[in-house]
């Protein structure tokens, strides 16, 4: 294994796997902390782990025991990847882990980029953009679990760590790699650890990833990923092995615990055509819904592949939290959604379509699948996925990701159709 990756949670580790497969590496994605060592052929690793909203010391130790792994794997150099809006709070945990995983790895510094231009998320002057709205004014403020009320990268990130933040703006990034790589010293040298690096294209990432060669810990989205299988490449390590994706066509499920703008509007848009049944909180903190029903209308939908969601409006979340706690309100409809999922795994369901990278890490977790291969990309940023030694096809979507077709075009692309337009 070359690059070992620790993913904050299940989604955000399928958009790194997949950027890293573009990219021509061999790719497997754990579930959680590998109680193996890895198959010969990987060449990245990526641990999905749910740590983005644990406590900062939960997060930190989980992180540490993946570094641990990585490294018995031999990897060369360690990727951290965290959401490309930046999703955690003035207590972490993107500081906390960012900073242990570099002390542990003896780095003097490490990159900050969460940009992911093919998603809209650009990062200028320290500023992180969402299409052409700032962070804070594009609907991650109203996030049920960390929500985003600052853009500025550098006095968010400030807040949850000790270490000195530096700063690369794009006036240096434009310049290219070499440019890139004295700036990065330059801030070292000032004292910086964790230096944020401006990025608004593809370009600039490639570049940033061309200057972070020689770095032990690079973290951010999976944009600034997109460079670093050349260096790989470059130093003649890569096999340019590939996997072929097989496609399963059998039952289908979309669960939806994601309550993020884009999803809203592809629950809208699937609940038109194909049967849905919705979650409410009060149905959930009540105790009044029986896993053998919602599993009984999952099968009496078949052929069609019917959607189960939580999603909400901000409003209404707000109301629900405020009724029951946001903590243990999302902790009961992930383990609603994860008692679902092992509960659909019995009765043999083929197709799994999770939106929210908190609920998809409940989800994986109740499959119970160890170790996933990547396969053919679905929207920027979400590949279909099959579970190792199981007919099982998975498409684990971020809340903001995919187009507003995305469940059909998913379920089409599972089943070992294209992307372009198919229905399931
Ligand atoms: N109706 C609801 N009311 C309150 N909380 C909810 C509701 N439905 C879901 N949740 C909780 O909100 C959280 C949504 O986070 P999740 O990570 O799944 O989605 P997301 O933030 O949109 O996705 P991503 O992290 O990939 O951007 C989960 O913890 C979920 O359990
Ligand atoms: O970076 C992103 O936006 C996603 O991969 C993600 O982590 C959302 O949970």
């Known amino acids: 294994m070359l690059l070992g990756c620790i993913g904050d949670d299940f989604t955000g580790s399928s958009d790194l796997a997949n950027t890293l497969v573009k990219g021509g590496m061999t790719v497997t994605q754990y579930c959680g902390l590998p109680v193996a060592p890895a198959a010969p052929d990987v060449e990245a690793g990526v641990v999905a782990l749910k740590t983005r909203s644990l406590p900062a010391g939960e997060a930190v130790r989980q992180s540490l025991a993946a570094l641990d792994w990585l490294q018995a794997q031999g990897c060369r150099q360690i990727f951290f990847k965290y959401c490309s809006t930046f999703d955690s709070t003035p207590e972490g945990n993107i500081g906390p882990v960012a900073e242990a995983l570099m002390q542990k790895l003896g780095a003097g510094h490490a990159v900050v980029c969460p940009a992911f ?32 009320t600052d853009p500025d990268i550098r006095r968010w990130l400030r807040l949850q760590t ?8 794009h006036a240096d990034v434009m310049r290219g790699a070499e ?34 060669v020689d ?3 690079v973290t951010g989205g999976s944009g600034v990923a997109l460079g670093l299988p050349e260096n790989f490449r470059r130093a003649g390590l890569l096999t340019g092995r590939s996997w072929s994706f097989e496609g399963v066509r059998g039952p289908g499920v979309v669960l939806s615990g ?10 809208e848009i699937y609940r038109r055509d194909y049967p849905a049944l919705e979650i409410t ?26 959607l189960v969601y939580s999603s909400a409006d901000p409003q209404t979340v707000r109301r629900a939290q405020e009724a029951y706690g946001a903590a243990a309100l999302a902790e009961a409809i992930e383990a609603l959604f994860a008692d679902l999922a092992a509960a659909l795994s019995a009765t043999g369901i083929q197709r799994l379509v999770s939106a929210g990278g908190e609920t998809s ?37 971020s809340g903001n990701f995919g187009g507003d077709d995305f469940f059909a075009r998913a379920l089409a692309v599972l089943a070992g159709g294209t992307a372009a337009g198919e229905r399931a």
Do not use: W
């Open 117 to 148: 231009p093919a998603a809209g998320r650009s990062l200028y002057q320290g500023h992180l953009f969402v299409g052409d709205r700032l962070l804070n004014e594009s609907g991650m403020e109203a996030h049920p679990l960390t929500p985003m």
């Open 162 to 169: 000790r270490q000195a933040v530096g700063h690369v703006a």
């Open 179 to 212: 440019a890139i790589a004295e700036a990065l010293a330059r801030e070292a040298a000032r004292g910086a650890g964790l230096i944020v690096v401006d990025a608004v294209s593809d370009g600039d990432l490639h570049a940033i990833g061309t200057a972070s």
């Open 215 to 217: 770095l032990p810990l």
């Open 258 to 267: 994601s309550c993020s703008q884009a999803t809203r509007r592809q629950v």
């Open 281 to 306: 909180a009060d149905a959930v903190m009540e105790g009044r819904l029986r896993i053998g029903d919602i599993v009984a209308f999952v099968l009496s939908g078949q052929p069609q592949a019917p």
């Open 361 to 397: 890490g409940a989800v994986v977790t109740g499959l119970g699948c160890s170790a996933l291969r990547i396969g053919p990309e679905i929207d920027p940023g979400v590949p279909a996925l099959r579970v190792e030694d199981a007919p099982l096809a998975l498409a684990l979507k």
